[in-house]
């Protein structure tokens, strides 16, 4: 009998629940649609009819266009791929940060890691607007530091559920055995931890990336974030809410897609928790 691999189990466990399927394929489609479809429109995110101005959907304009004129449907695709690049990743640099300190924490001696945890818990109540603004006020409101203002926090969690991981493993027979053939630290590290918590790894992270997403919005909501001419669906709830009572279409479209898209990615981020750690989806049914 073939044994099955435990990241092919957990991807049929996944594909079981007809809903996690259903958040797949939408999060598919959206993806694509925001790469590809501002390049088969016939406007392009910044160009303005003046004489237009703003106007409810149409033929011309399936969405409807901005106070500026411009085409509402190409710059929710815009915005999306935007805030999709900087939940992506920032949740990647966040999560690597996170696991390489969580994993380091956890295998290293007592004195250590209780000095690289106090650290975390110093950084856990810092004001995460003040840091963004002293970064726009050091370096300008440059795009990157998006990326980095939310891969500076959002990496404390990941690395205490890592650590935590790790002090459940560090003890077992396999690391001891490993340490009795020789292996090194580093060895251990990259062999037997890190394949133990990449599980975990994608939980946090398919959940994190949500997360990431709502933080970009509050920050282009309060203009801390992506700046115009450039737009993100944060942005474009911005100028929607501005505009609401006259227009409510500008508010209407990007917070459907918002919301959809959060809602699917939230449904995935349960799914995958199920998929990996079956006793939890158990536990709930029970």
Request: net charge neutral.
């Amino acid at each position: 009998m073939n044994s099955v691999s435990p990241m092919r189990a957990a991807w049929r466990r996944l594909m079981r629940q007809r809903i996690n399927a259903f958040a797949l394929g939408f999060l598919v489609l959206l993806v694509l649609l925001c790469v590809f479809g501002p390049m088969l429109s016939n406007y392009t995110q910044d160009q303005q009819d003046l004489e237009l101005k703003a106007a409810g959907p149409s033929m011309a304009h399936w969405l409807g266009t901005d106070q500026l004129g411009r085409d509402i449907a190409t710059r929710i695709l815009h915005g999306g791929r935007v805030s999709l690049e900087v939940g992506i990743l920032a949740t990647a640099v966040a999560s690597f940060i996170g696991v390489i300190y969580g994993m380091i924490a956890g295998l290293t001696g007592m004195k250590l890691d209780s000095a690289m945890m106090r650290l975390v818990d110093i950084l856990y109540p810092f004001p995460f607007i003040n840091f963004v603004i002293l970064l726009m006020v050091i370096v300008g409101r440059e795009f990157w530091i998006i990326f980095v203002a939310i891969g500076a926090v959002e990496w404390l969690t990941m690395a205490r559920v890592v650590r935590g991981q790790v002090l459940a493993l560090k003890n077992l027979e396999f690391v001891t055995a490993a340490r009795a053939s020789g292996a090194g630290f580093w060895h251990i590290l990259w062999k037997h931890m890190l394949p133990n918590v990449i599980g975990t790894v994608i939980i946090y992270s398919s959940l994190m990336v949500p997360g990431v997403m709502l933080l970009e919005a509050a920050l282009s909501f309060l203009g801390l974030g992506i700046q115009p001419p450039d737009a993100s669906w944060g942005v474009l709830i911005r100028e929607g809410a501005n505009a609401m009572e006259t227009y409510p279409w500008l508010l209407l479209y990007p917070g459907l897609f918002f919301s959809a898209t959060l809602l699917a990615l939230n449904i995935l981020g349960d799914g995958l928790r199920d998929a990996f750690d079956p006793k939890s989806m158990s536990q709930q049914q029970a």
